[in-house]
């Protein structure tokens, strides 16, 4: 059972263009979301979280966006560069459940040059 | 300041055999985590240690799947015997149990191929 969905496996965009990933989660009980960013060979790195008390996040070209009516979460990237290419992991976690994360299937983001 | 270390990156075994990962988690880090990623899809957590206790080992499949955490620092996970489905990467992570949300810092992982 998936509580964490990335229903795009792939995405490319043009150097400079906004890239957007989504992720969808299940269980309302999650009220912390992270985006973490895996390049081949390595493992994932933190990129930016969220709270559910709140509804946006920014740091610097990436911003985090949290739908909790729908269970929605975007990952904004603008500017996009070539170096952001990776695959990018949507996590979730619930306060009661000791801090595990769920982690979706990924996406992985091609900025074309 | 060092990240999470494992060893080894990558490892070869046939069938059956027995095959030991270590980690060394970010010096202060109580809690420790070993997650087991398949080709294609994310992280799923195989157990997580707050120190030396295993609070979390529901996901490790027990029959052939053990780990130690030792002193509270590192931890290794074994496999035995090792079966052909067993191969995919297996990440160590870990965190600061200081703070209600923890970001937790993984290691490169072990790649694990069992013919």
């Known amino acids: 059972d998936q509580q964490v969905k990335q229903n795009s496996p792939s995405l490319s965009v043009q150097e400079g263009r906004i890239s957007i990933l989504n992720c969808d989660y299940t269980?309302?009980?999650?009220?912390?979301f992270l985006w973490y960013k895996k390049y081949p060979a390595e493992g994932p790195t933190f990129l930016i979280s969220i709270s559910s008390i709140k509804d946006k996040n920014e740091d610097g070209r990436f911003t985090v966006f949290l739908n909790k009516s729908a269970k929605h979460l975007s990952l904004h990237i603008v500017p996009s560069q070539p170096g952001d290419s990776a695959v990018y992991f949507c996590a979730a976690s619930a306060s009661n459940t000791g801090n595990q994360f769920y982690f979706g299937t990924g996406t992985s983001l091609t900025v074309i040059p | 300041e060092a990240g999470v270390v494992q060893s080894p990156r990558y490892k070869i075994i046939e069938k059956k055999q027995p095959v030991a990962f270590w980690c060394n988690p970010i010096s202060g880090h109580n809690t420790l985590y070993w997650y087991l990623q398949n080709l294609g899809q994310g992280p799923e957590l195989l157990i997580r240690y707050e120190n030396e206790e295993a609070v979390d080992d529901s996901q490790l499949p027990k029959d052939r799947f053990s780990a130690e955490r030792l002193k509270g620092v590192d931890s290794t996970l074994k496999i035995q015997p090792a079966e052909l489905g067993d191969s995919a990467v297996y990440l160590c992570?870990?965190?600061?149990?200081?703070?209600?949300?923890?970001?937790?810092?993984f290691g490169p992982g072990t790649r694990l191929t069992v013919l």
């Open positions: 992570a870990s965190s600061f149990s200081g703070a209600n949300y923890n970001e937790q810092f």
């Open positions: 269980n309302s009980m999650f009220d912390y």
